[in-house]
């Protein structure tokens, strides 16, 4: 009977740990950019589209697909994000709504030069590590490990905002540009930095989930809603934000999904996202903020 | 502000003769072309009605929705079911009407709790876009037929729901299916009818009140009028536009699937309005126009490309023309060659210009930006 309940839990457990690892690493690299500079990439799950594409490759030519073929992948779709930064987002810093339309076109224009490239989907990778079974169910390790990853991220997230000289430049500009700018932070650059580390992190989390399913030019779109509406409730602060909305959209989003299907999913993902923005304008982390805890920057 | 100026401009313009040409041009056109050419034309033009929508919304009132498509899907849909359940011409027309109220009502709603609840900007066209990839969603796992339909019309999953019957006018034997020329005008006057509407509001004071809108919220609010259900009136305005322009393309195609509210087709009306000039009736209709028969002979040419040349077209339109390539062109045309045909000496719009520019900048100040 114990063991049982003890299976049962793990069951419970484990849905969760997949719903918040999906979202929270769907969102991580939108939230980065988004806390930086309030600018909403569209590109995003082209990025992670990008990741996994890359992903595959190395692993394909022998790269060990875990984490070196995907750590490649992470640092290529960085050098990708720099090089759109710098040729195209950095102009819209000004007018950050019409960046919404620059960005989706890059967006457009990466999905079709990927399936002018590669066609309609390439050979995909079969998920490492195998499976373990508690009580009759049986599990896949690899998708605990994509929890373990979410996690790690989020840590690796925090130190390199905490404890570095990047992190404590980019917190000054998320504060207020002007007095960082006067204080000699060179602000521009830590946009264009920012930028590249957050499509590093879309790149990781294409690369992370490359195994997991078919790698097609529209393999970001799965990421899409889930990203969004995770980072809209999480609010302007990427390290909190994240937290909490993966945390309290995880558990619904696996509720949902796992008792219903991916459409009461997604819808309760949209109506979570309309009522807090009803309530909460900024966000989770907003509130946070509020209740006078945590304080990494934001405004 | 060009496009909002309220001096009274002279009639004879770029932006008039463009006006006068483009529908002496489609009014013309079935006798000078073929029936397969108007049959096309035809479904850019039902295609033009959803982009109008767009102008209204996103060019006047600065509302930024990327989910028209949601609305085009539901007059689609809605036209269907009642078409395919209660076929015959007398009522037609009606479902015509009621499926673009289904569509304008469903925007209401939402605009409801968008904009009383301070949904806004970004936040605006990304709530927007997860409407349409919700239905999106909703409408592929329709395919079980036990299931998913509404009397006898099977929404059909992502093979779409099929045949929906064409519009028809008239009564019993005293009635004409909308097809080939007779549906082209039929869309062309309903077209004709929206492009003057929405001209004219902007001549109006209601239509200032959008414009204002657009240029700062909270110095609206200050002055009276109530912001959010202005937003949510023109909001479900665009979204009934949207949803009759579905149901042209219903009744069009005799078919409809969840793909009109993919992220692709999402994507679809922003290029054509962003790259002919939002805030300009006319000009977001020649570029409809113009860019959708551009992408229809790209794809019937087989290529693939057309998806980056939209994107490209995107991208540096808001580089380097950020009111539209042919708002742009007209401006050009009427300072240089209209305006100098005419006479007219180039008044020292510049200084009115910065000056507005300015005031803007002290009340983005002001606000804190």
Known sequence: ?299 | MRAFDTRKATAVSTENISTVVLFTVLLAYPLAFGSFAVLNLSYFLSFTIMSLSLTLIWGYAGIFSMGQPAFFGIGAYVYGILAINYPGASVSLLWLLVATVVAGIAALALGYFMFYGGVNDVFASLTTWAVALVGLTFLNQTANEARWHVGDALLGGFNGMRPIPSLSVGFGDWSVVLFGTNFYYFVLGLFLATFVAIRIVRRTRWGYVLVALQDNRERTKTFGYHVCRRQMIVFGIGGALAGLSGVLYASWSNFVAPDVMSITACTLPIVLVAAGGRKNVTATSISSILLMYLMFKLSASGTEWAFVILGLVLVLVVLFVPNGIIVALFDALDAHVVKPLLGVRRRPSQVSETAVEGTKEVADASRGH
């Open chain 1, 1 to 299: 009977m114990v063991g049982l309940i003890a299976s049962e839990a793990f069951n419970a457990f484990y849905q969760f740990l997949d719903g918040f690892a999906y979202l929270v690493l769907a969102a991580i690299g939108l939230a980065v950019i988004f806390g930086m500079m309030g600018i909403i990439n569209f590109a995003h799950g082209q990025l992670i589209m990008l990741g996994a594409y890359i992903t595959t490759f190395f692993a394909r030519i022998g790269v060990p697909l875990f984490p070196m073929a995907m750590l490649l992948a992470a640092v290529c779709v960085g050098v990708w994000g720099l090089i759109i930064e710098r040729l195209v987002v950095c102009r819209f810093y000004k007018r950050k709504l019409d960046s919404v339309v620059a960005t989706w076109g890059i967006g457009l224009i990466m999905t079709q030069g990927i399936l002018i490239m590669f066609g309609p989907n390439i050979e995909g990778l079969s998920t490492p590590f195998g499976s373990f079974t508690v009580g009759a169910e049986s599990y896949s390790v690899y998708r605990v490990v994509l929890g373990v990853c979410a996690v790690v991220m989020l840590i690796v997230m925090y130190c390199v905002f905490m404890y570095t000289r990047f992190g404590l430049h980019a917190r000054a500009t998320m504060q207020n540009a002007e007095v960082a700018r006067s204080l000699g932070v060179n602000t521009s650059l830590m946009y264009s930095l920012t930028f590249a580390f957050g499509s590093a992190l879309a790149g990781m989390t294409g690369g992370l989930y490359a195994p997991t399913a078919t790698i097609a030019p529209f393999f970001g779109d799965a990421f899409i809603l889930e990203s969004f509406s995770t980072v809209i409730m999480g609010g302007a602060n990427p390290l909190i934000g994240t937290l909490l909305a993966g945390g309290v959209l995880g558990f619904f989003y696996s509720l949902l999904s796992g008792v219903w299907s991916t459409f009461a999913g997604r819808l309760g993902l949209l109506i979570a996202m309309i009522i807090v923005i009803r309530f909460l304008p900024r966000g989770l982390s907003g509130l946070s903020l509020r209740l006078g805890r945590f304080h990494l920057g934001g405004d």
